[in-house]
């Protein structure tokens, strides 16, 4: 049998703070979800929106430094891979589908505060968010090609 791909890429919104804890074995988790939309047109060429909610998990040492940066609204890009898993309720077996985060990218968006809900900047979480002024940006006349 030959292996496959799993990846998935979003770029969306926090519906809300993200949730962290160390589990009994010393593991740090951060548990977030995540909403991405679209626009579409349907059959009778009404602009329509769609909203999809993922639930993200991301492990290790990022995961409590991203839980002190990340609140609700924070605009971010999640690279990762999907896993499955089942449970039962009510002695109906059910399955859950959650993303697991390789790599966070913050890109700005607002914090919910609480209080006058001041604006982040995007931050440098080691695997990007860079700006323009960290590559010494040119103008387009400068540009080679």
């Known amino acids: 049998m030959s292996e496959g791909l799993n990846r998935v890429t979003l770029f969306g919104n926090l519906g809300a703070d993200p949730e962290f804890r160390v589990t009994n074995g010393g593991q740090?988790?951060?548990?977030?979800?995540?909403?991405?939309?679209?626009?579409?047109?349907?059959?009778?060429?009404?602009?329509?929106?769609?909203?999809?909610?993922?639930?993200?998990?991301l492990f290790g040492k990022r995961a409590e430094a991203l839980s002190r940066?990340?609140?609700?609204?924070?605009?971010?890009l999640v690279e990762g891979s999907l896993r499955t898993s089942s449970y039962e309720k009510n002695g109906e077996k059910r399955y859950s589908t959650e993303v697991i985060a390789s790599n966070i990218i913050l890109a700005g968006g607002k914090?919910?505060?609480?209080?006058?809900?001041?604006?982040?900047?995007?931050?440098?979480?080691?695997?990007?968010?860079?700006?323009?002024?960290?590559?010494?940006?040119?103008?387009?006349d400068d540009i080679p090609f």
């Open 111 to 140: 914090r919910d505060t609480g209080g006058g809900g001041r604006r982040e900047e995007p931050a440098d979480t080691g695997s990007g968010g860079y700006s323009d002024e960290d590559y010494g940006a040119k103008g387009d």
């Open 28 to 57: 740090q988790v951060l548990k977030m979800r995540v909403a991405t939309s679209e626009t579409y047109l349907d059959r009778n060429k009404q602009r329509q929106d769609r909203t999809e909610w993922h639930s993200v998990t």
């Open 69 to 76: 940066l990340l609140g609700k609204g924070a605009r971010l």
